[in-house]
């Protein structure tokens, strides 16, 4: 059974840091692209941070500089250290493989993570 399970999130002043991990089984974690994925209120969700199996990473452009994406193929997790964070990172953050999975159901609880001062 695939599962996705996240953690690290909390309340943040800006310009703190998180480092959030995302524990996954059910899957061949080391054959697999991964993903860092949030939703913020009233938002669709969108692709932060990926890498792939050769540790080869990319982060979309409001991210690059203060997230880093790693993986640990031994734990099968993935981690995102945010840095400098800013109050519109505030969003329920999830991980999935990328592309996501085609079942919805494979979707974790999230970690939600608050920037605010």
């Known amino acids: 059974q695939v599962q996705f399970v996240e953690s690290g999130g909390g309340l943040v002043q800006p310009g703190g840091s998180l480092r959030l991990s995302c524990a996954a089984s059910?899957?061949?974690?080391?054959?697999?692209?991964m993903g860092w994925y949030r939703q913020a209120p009233g938002k669709q969700r969108e692709l932060v941070a990926s890498i792939i199996t050769d540790g080869t990473t990319s982060y979309t452009d409001s991210v690059k500089g203060r997230f880093t994406i790693s993986r640990d193929n031994a734990a099968s997790t993935v981690y995102l250290q945010m840095n400098n964070l800013k109050p519109e990172d505030t969003a329920v953050y999830y991980c999935?493989?990328?592309?996501?999975?085609?079942?919805?159901?494979?979707w974790g609880q999230g970690t939600q993570v608050t920037v605010s001062s």
């Open positions: 999935n493989t990328n592309p996501p999975l085609p079942n919805d159901d494979y």
């Open positions: 059910g899957i061949s974690f080391r054959f697999n692209y």
